[in-house]
């Protein structure tokens, strides 16, 4: 038997309300470090929700989240280490427009690491070259296509080194034929041993390249299986019903 | 009136034609105070002969505008910061000045400080020149509020998120990702504030200071020569807003990196 790897975020028992409305009910799971997680559901299912209380862009109502060891909650240096360590991908990219590409990745490594200039630009390069913009160095977002701008963000996010990456509908905002150059850096850094927690509807990924995936329905967790498993004989009816319609 | 910037060479960037700009405006505005004294020198009677007392005025409508112009946007920040904080003293208040400076009339502030204030407690008594920068200050930094907290909102919530999911801390946030955003949109409505403001410190005439106005007005009573002396006044006010124009106009250029003012 091999060992049982330690959790390295636990989700227990959180419940979270955007008023009346009750987006995550009592959810549970635990994610381990080194794994690729997909996590599927229907728009207004929660998912997204879930991927943001994780560093704290959305405060959980009750239940506890712990990552690497730190508790998430609004306590300010706790909440400082948490960010540093957790990288995170948006569906529109938000990269700062009035920054090249290059003071993009820059920044956050001079201001939070305290990196001087040089020593966060050396950094800067060698990430922005990993997802092939080297030739868009010192362009402004505007000026890079979609996808570009996406592989960017994601330089951006790993020049903090974090130990983990959440994705937030990284490719929904893309045109088809820029889906596949954010995929293709995103597989790379799976196998590079990145753990991972990706919210997408991109089924080939999740096929793929995931070793779990979670389906939110209803503010729950109704499947959490590995892919062959999920996408195989599914007797869930309201996830084939899912599947149905992402599909076809 | 045109600009400087299309004046450079073609090949120059649009950064680098915006600097330019800016330098040669602001050499303008210099060589405009400290030599405005002979082209008017050269001007027929009354106005020639009352040169050094225009030239005199000129220099103070420009520091009381640069004066009140710098405190103005320091103050404005403040409140735009105060209306936009978390804590609800802190918005009480900036709504407070904001409501009570836009809703009276300049001219009132202006008697106000120089006569009203002493009265409250003779600590507050204050020079002509000084009281009438306090009040265009207090008076133009409301304004100034108004176009920074618009500037404020309209920087995407989305930025904000990125700054924290980065882990930058709320300093940072501010002067790295909001600040610049919401300049470069606060700069237009600033600047016209700042117009504004060159145009309205003529109410320092009403407590003595010796402004552009009130130069001419001392020379048109003497003389009785109404309309050369408006004209000249004119002409001089209208020399310095095109120059200002001329500054704020390649500073705006300055920060458009997407070239969307081409």
Redesign the interface.
């Known amino acids: 038997m091999s060992p049982i790897p330690a959790a390295f975020i636990t989700v227990d028992g959180v419940n979270k309300h955007f008023g009346a409305h009750h987006v995550l009910r009592d959810v549970s799971t635990q994610f381990n470090a080194g794994e690729v997680t997909v996590i599927l559901g229907a728009s207004g299912s929660g998912k997204s929700t879930l991927l943001r209380m994780l560093?704290?862009?959305e405060a959980h109502d009750s239940g506890r989240i712990v990552v690497d060891g730190i508790e998430v909650s609004d306590d300010a240096r706790q909440l400082?280490r948490l960010?540093?360590e957790?990288?995170?991908v948006?569906q529109?990219f938000?990269?700062?427009?009035?920054l090249t590409v290059l003071e993009n990745v820059a920044?956050?490594p001079r201001?939070?690491r305290r990196l001087d200039r040089a020593a966060a630009e050396t950094r800067a390069k060698e990430l922005i070259e990993r997802v092939g913009l080297a030739a868009h160095m010192h362009k402004?977002p505007?000026q890079l296509s979609g996808g570009q701008q996406q592989r960017v963000?994601i330089a951006?996010?790993l020049a903090?080194q974090p130990k983990v990456m959440l994705f937030d509908e990284p490719t929904s905002a893309l045109d088809p034929e820029m889906v596949k150059e954010v995929l293709d850096v995103m597989k790379g850094l799976a196998a590079s041993g990145m753990t991972m927690l990706v919210v997408t509807h991109e089924m080939g990924f999740a096929r793929e390249v995931a070793d779990r995936v979670l389906f939110i329905d209803q503010g729950r967790i109704a499947a959490d299986a590995p892919p062959a498993q999920f996408f195989g004989a599914q007797d869930n009816e309201r996830i084939r019903a899912f599947l149905g319609r992402i599909l076809h | 009136m045109d600009r400087i910037l299309s004046l450079w060479p073609a090949g120059w960037s649009r950064q680098r034609k915006s600097s330019a700009t800016m330098f040669t405006a602001t050499v303008g505005l210099l060589l405009i105070l400290w030599l405005i004294a002979i082209p008017l020198s050269w001007a027929p009677a009354p106005i020639g002969n009352h040169a050094e007392l225009f030239a005199q005025g000129t220099r103070v409508t420009v520091e009381l505008t640069v004066v009140a112009g710098l405190a103005g946007v320091v103050l404005g920040l403040l409140a735009a910061l105060g209306k936009t904080s978390r804590l609800p003293p802190l918005r009480w208040l900036a709504g407070l000045y904001i409501w009570v400076m836009r809703g009276t009339p300049l001219l009132v502030q202006v008697l106000a400080v120089y006569f009203a204030l002493p009265e409250i407690h003779p600590a507050l008594s204050l020079g002509e020149f000084s009281a009438a920068c306090v009040a265009l200050a207090l008076n133009v930094g409301a304004y100034n509020a108004e176009a920074i907290r618009s500037g404020l909102l309209a920087v995407?919530k989305?930025?904000i998120?990125?700054a924290?999911?980065?882990?930058?801390?709320k300093w940072?946030t501010f002067i790295?990702?909001t600040f610049?955003?919401a300049f470069?949109i606060s700069l237009p409505p600033l600047v016209n504030n700042i117009v504004a403001l060159l145009k309205d410190s003529s109410l320092a005439f009403t407590i003595g200071v010796v402004e552009l106005t009130n130069a001419g007005s001392q020379v048109k009573s003497s003389t009785f020569q109404a309309v050369p002396v408006f004209i000249a006044t004119a002409v001089i006010y209208l020399l310095l807003t095109t120059v200002m124009t001329q500054i704020s106009d390649a500073v705006e250029r300055r920060?458009d990196?997407?070239g969307k003012l081409e």
């Open positions: 560093n704290r862009l400082e960010r540093a957790v990288g995170m948006f529109q938000n990269l700062f427009p009035h920044l956050a201001r939070v402004h505007f963000a951006r996010s903090m | 995407p989305g930025q998120e990125a924290k999911a980065l882990g930058l801390s940072h790295d990702i610049p955003q470069k920060f990196i997407e």
